[in-house]
């Protein structure tokens, strides 16, 4: 029903194999962070580390892509082993990069920015495998949840059904036990956390917490009645 993909920028970068093994048992996919400097103020993962991190990991490998210009790397990262390339609508040409993505054997994300609206997206739901729904500004882990999201998560929940498309819904920032069931009951199913799971003591038991509490915003479930 629910997706947990914990988010490695949390982990230890000394350690990141070690840090995958971790959570390997409890885990879905693997959310992996790419910033280019540009797009947001931060750097971190590229291709070589992908590829170094797929021998010690057969998890789905779902790369976020906060880059300007990430039609330059699809293939670099397809290569290196990722699932799915995540790019963002703030950064235009979305229907080609999608289109990009698919030809290579990607699983095609959009990303949306927490200020952009929902009316960004909705022209793509067809072409795309993923909408992510950043409930942070992208760039830094440990951030707190923007609440005023939610409405969005709904709208394009909303949208999805509508129409009959499959495309999964992912979150991605401030989540933990308090955050998951608002954002599953808002229509999330893929639900990304790194601090709240690389930062806990026990990564693993810490991704089925959020599992669990994301479970109770399920409908049918006790928030729901
Ligand atoms: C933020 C990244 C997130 C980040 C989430 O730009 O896209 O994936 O790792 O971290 P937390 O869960 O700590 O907000
Ligand atoms: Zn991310």
Known sequence: MLKIAPSVLSADFGGLAEAVGEVASEADWLH????????VPNLTIGPPVVASLRKHSGLFFDCHLMMTDPGAYLEAFRRAGADGCTVHVEVGRTGALLAEAKGLGLRAGLAINPETPYEAIDPFLGDADLILCMTV??????????????PKIARTRQELDRRGLS???????GIDEETAPLVVEAGARVLVAGSAIFGAERPWEATRRIRAAGEKGLPGSQVDS
């Not at 495309?167 to 920032?173: I, Q």
């Open 137 to 150: 500004h992208p760039g830094f882990g440990g951030q707190s949840f923007i609440a005023d999201v939610l």
């Open 167 to 173: 495309a999964e819904l992912e979150v991605d920032g």
């Open 32 to 39: 992996i962070d790419v910033m280019d400097g540009h797009f």
